[in-house]
């Protein structure tokens, strides 16, 4: 017989389950077992002195165990798990389990060293069906409007866009570097002709932060597009795509999400709102007293990040902020500047935190060699100018971090976002 999903379960039909042995009470006639797939949860409820074999199963049994069940599935309105139970003819312990070394309190670092187990719990394993699908729409989306999926090296001759917090590998009789972005070849591919294209992929950061949104990998979804007018081309595809996820997430697992985490998920209304960054300090010190020294101004501090999420909501009763009008000493030397010198790209603040960096680029060569030159970058990314000596298109883009994308949607830590967490001071399991 097929093993099915417990979702899949009927009363009156005849089922073969597999999972793990989520409860257990063991009486001395009785025996109900709670027993779990990816898909939900069922009891199976055993009378021992019926069968002297499932007893002894029973008897043997420990939590998290993995077992096979098969037999009657019957409904009985006293049965709280969705009022259905299942009588078994033969159970058939798979694997049985030791005693867990952690349990639902224990600190996160723990939990993390026993990652796989920390993973059986429905909360745990509704953050990767929500990150499927976002993942999923954010691809469909832009297959529809006809993008192409890209897959760049990640293991690359010259650190990528500013040279630091790169990791060096060792590549064969020379080093390399392991790629903080496939920014570079997102541009490529618009040299090529492609126009349009996107990529999901592993992307590395040899920063020493410790805080609860950076982590040395995490997944990028990247996208580039060309013949764009304004950066405000870039800024609308995000809306759209935003958009799209969040119908999505809200009307397959909205409800869930609510139950489990305790997030009430918002479908955002288009436009999103768009401030220039001197204007946010203003308002911030006007609302809230908040001020930071003049040179700390030509970027977003993370008190200013927190907090502009308060000011959203009442500005413009919205979750998202655009953020415009950076200063071009803490802007990537391929962002297109405006004849004031101001880079023509945002930030997008999503419940505090930046999701995003996106930008039109310069496509012009002597003037992104020129910009090259400014931060001292030119010898570094020689290679790169190359793609733009022979004719690119205009184009810009922007790149989200999966994981963070995640991490915000749930109201959790990037520790629990990633599948497998990577930070300074962790690389196991």
Known sequence: ????????????????????????RNKRTMCFIVLKDISGKIQVTIEKEKSEELAKICDALTIESVLTVEGMAVANEYVKLNGIEVLPETMTIESLADALPIKED???????????????????????KVQTLISQSFRELLVSKGFLEIHSPKIIGTASESGSDVFEVKYFDTKAYLAQSPQFYKQMAMAS??????????VFRAEKSYTNKHATEFTGFDLEFSYINSFKDVMAMEEEMITYMLEKVVAKYGEDVERLF?????????????????????????????????????????????LCERMTKEKFNHEFLFITDYSAKKRAFYHMRDERGVPLGYDLIWKGVEITTGAQREHRYEQL?????????????????????????????????????????????????????????????
């Open 106 to 128: 224990s600190s996160i670092d723990l939990k993390l060293d026993y990652r796989w187990l920390d993973l059986r719990s429905e909360k745990n394993q509704l953050i990767f």
């Open 1 to 24: 017989m097929e093993r099915q999903l417990i979702k899949d379960v009927k009363p009156g039909e005849r089922v073969k389950l597999s999972g793990f042995v989520e409860n257990l």
């Open 262 to 306: 305790g997030v009430k998920l918002v479908v955002p209304t288009r436009p999103f709102p768009v401030m220039k960054l001197a204007d946010v300090y203003k308002e911030l010190e006007e609302r809230y007293g908040f001020t930071v020294p003049e040179e700390e101004k030509d970027d977003l501090t993370t008190e200013a990040e927190r």
């Open 193 to 202: 002709g492609f126009e349009k294209v996107f990529e999901v992929g592993p």
């Open 369 to 429: 060699k020129k910009q090259a030159e400014e931060k001292g970058l030119d010898k570094d990314v020689k290679n790169y100018l190359k793609f733009f000596e022979y004719g690119c298109p205009p184009h810009g883009g922007f790149g989200i971090g999966l994981d963070r994308i995640t991490m915000s949607v749930l109201g959790i830590t990037i520790k629990e976002a990633e599948f497998i967490f990577r930070g300074p001071r962790r690389i196991e399991p």
